[in-house]
Every structure is written in C-alpha cells, then in structure tokens.
C-alpha cells in the first residue's frame, strides 16, 4: 500500500518523490492540503511548523482533535519515519476524498494509476469512508497492514475460482466489474457508496 500511497502523492502534480520519506519537511504535503481546500495558507520555513499546519487544518476539516499522537506520531513526521508518514498521506487522502474536490482527486487518478495501485486506493478509501461517521475512524490506518488480495479480474472470475469471504484473505476489494470505467470511480459512482451522502 506504501507503493499506492506514493503513486497517489505523485499523480496530484505537487511535486514528484521516490519515497514517502521525502514528504518530511512538509511542502509537499501543504500543497496536496491547498488542493483540498485552496483557500488555506501553510507558509512557514519551519519543517516542524508546516506540519502542525497540517494538522491543525485537519484538525478543523474534520472537528475532531487528532491528538499528540493519538493518529499520527506528528514528531515523527519530521524524521522521516515512512509509516507515520503514511499514516499522514492516508488522512491526507481520507480527507480529499469526503472534501468539496473529490472529483478534482478522481479526475487526477482515473485511468493514471496501474490497477494494483487502484486496488490499493480502493481497499484504502472503503475502510475509511463510512456513513456512520464523520471524521477519520480511530483504526484509519489499520488498512496499510491488510493485504488486498483481490484484482478487478479475480472478482470476475470468484465464481469459479472460490469465495470472497475466504478466511485466509486479510482483506478484499469488492469492485463492480459490469461497471466501466477506473475502480475508484466505480467506488464513488456506486449507488451504495457512501461517498453519497455527504
């Protein structure tokens, strides 16, 4: 899913990294957090500032406290520790996605992303985005640790090739194959979605 992560972060046209780590001093991240919300300012020379920016602005996207370190060890961001990091991108994503420009998110990914990595994004957004709640789930960043193991072919195919709910998948992507069109779009143009309701 880090892979997923990256790929998403480089395709939002905010600069390019070949690693997670590189997201550290927080520019790039400001940036993907003006494309949320364009009207929001995070300029400061201070890496550590920057990123207490962001989640100060997370914090009031979401009207929750994201704690010291209750969803992201925020010290750690700055030190360029890959998984805190990624749990950043994901709230990043997270919010994106339930914000006013998720269209502009789809539009940037749609038909962009190899489908391992949609598949990823996909598994990603379906933990998180719920309709009974608002805000990010207190196990957001569980989903990094699953493993998906299903492809949009696999799931034409489950059929004959065995079930879903088998016990050894950790996790399963459940994409519509009737419907055309990039699997995150699929996500969001589904009736069931609850992308919906907001």
Known sequence: ???????????????????????????????????????????????????????RFLEGFHVTSLGNNTFVQWDAITQAHEGEIAKLVTLLMYTAFVSDNRNEFMHKMDGKMGKEWEVNITDILQHNITDDRKGPRPDFADILKAQSVVSPEVVQDVGRNGSLTDPKRRHVSVVTPMSPGPVVTRLFDSPMSPVRSL
């Open 1 to 55: 899913k880090i892979n997923a992560l990256l790929g998403w972060v480089n395709l939002l046209g905010v600069g390019t990294i070949e690693s997670l780590r590189e997201l550290n001093d927080g520019n790039i991240i400001a940036r993907v957090v003006k494309l949320i919300d364009p009207k929001v300012e995070i300029e400061s020379d201070d890496a550590a500032e920057r990123v207490h920016l962001v989640k």
